[in-house]
Antibody, heavy 119, light 110 residues
C-alpha cells in the first residue's frame, strides 16, 4: 500500500511564499501520480491538480491555474505545492493523493497539511 | 467548470438504505466511466469507496454501491450503520482533461 506523508502545519502572513510537500513510499514505478485537493474549513473538497512523475504532464483546476505551482522531485518520490504570494483566502487544509497515471481514482491520501494565512 | 451538485445532507435510520446523487453534465459525470466516490469522517483524510462508477475497492464494505444514469451518478449505502456518518464526495473526469469534486453530502444516521 502506498503511504503519503505530508509536511507539517504552516502559519504565514499575506504576501509570503510557501512550499509544502508530500512524500510517497511503497510505490516505485514511473507511472506514479500525486495530486492535491483543498478543503477550506467547513467546506467541501476542491480538486487542485496533479503531477505525473513519469513525464511532463501537470494539470491544474481552473481556480488554481496561475495561483499555485505543483512540482516534483522524482529522486525522492516527493511532490510539492507552492505559492509565491499567499492570501488570507488560501487558509485551508491541503491533502495530497496518490493515483496511478491513467487511473481515475485516488487510492491513498496524505494526512493533510493545514495552512493558516493571517496578518 | 461548475462542481457536480450533491444534496447538502441526507439522513436515515440504522438499517435503512440511502442514496446520494451527483448531478453533472455530459462534460463531466456523463462523459466517461471515471466517476469515483470518497468518504470523509470529520478531521480525517478522504477514503476511496467506489471507483469507475460501480467498482468497489477491496476492503470496502459491500453495503456501498455505485451507479449512474445519464449525467447523474449515485452512491447507495445499504444497511446504514452509525459508522457511515460522514461526508461523501463524488469526483469526475471532465472533457477539459481535469477532474472535479462534487459539492459534497453530509450523511447523518438518526
Amino acid at each position: 500500500e502506498v503511504q503519503l506523508v505530508q509536511s507539517g502545519a504552516e502559519v504565514k502572513k499575506p504576501g509570503e511564499s510557501l512550499k509544502i510537500s508530500c512524500k510517497a513510499s511503497g510505490y516505485y514505478f514511473s507511472n506514479l501520480c500525486i495530486g492535491w485537493a483543498r478543503q477550506v474549513p467547513g467546506k467541501g473538497l476542491e480538486w487542485m491538480g496533479f503531477i505525473y512523475f513519469g513525464g511532463s504532464d501537470t494539470r491544474y483546476g481552473p481556480s488554481f491555474q496561475g495561483q499555485v505551482t505543483i512540482s516534483a522531485d522524482k529522486s525522492t518520490n516527493t511532490a510539492y505545492l507552492q505559492w509565491s504570494s499567499l492570501k488570507a483566502s488560501d487558509t485551508a487544509m491541503y491533502y495530497c493523493y496518490f493515483a496511478v497515471y491513467g487511473d481515475s481514482w485516488y487510492d491513498s491520501w496524505g494526512q493533510g497539511t493545514h495552512v493558516t494565512v493571517s496578518s | 467548470q461548475s462542481a457536480p451538485t450533491q444534496p447538502a445532507s441526507v439522513s436515515g435510520s440504522p438499517g435503512q438504505s440511502i442514496t446520494i446523487s451527483c448531478s453533472g453534465t455530459s462534460s463531466d459525470v456523463g462523459y466517461h466511466n471515471y466517476v469515483s466516490w470518497y468518504q470523509q469522517h470529520p478531521g480525517r483524510a478522504p477514503k476511496l469507496i467506489i471507483r469507475e462508477v460501480t467498482n468497489r475497492p477491496s476492503g470496502v464494505s459491500d453495503r456501498f454501491s455505485g451507479s449512474r444514469s445519464g449525467n447523474t451518478a449515485s452512491l447507495t449505502i445499504s444497511g446504514l450503520q452509525a459508522e457511515d456518518e460522514a461526508d461523501y464526495y463524488c469526483n469526475s473526469y471532465t472533457t477539459s482533461n481535469i477532474y472535479v469534486f462534487g459539492t459534497g453530502t453530509e450523511v447523518t444516521v438518526l
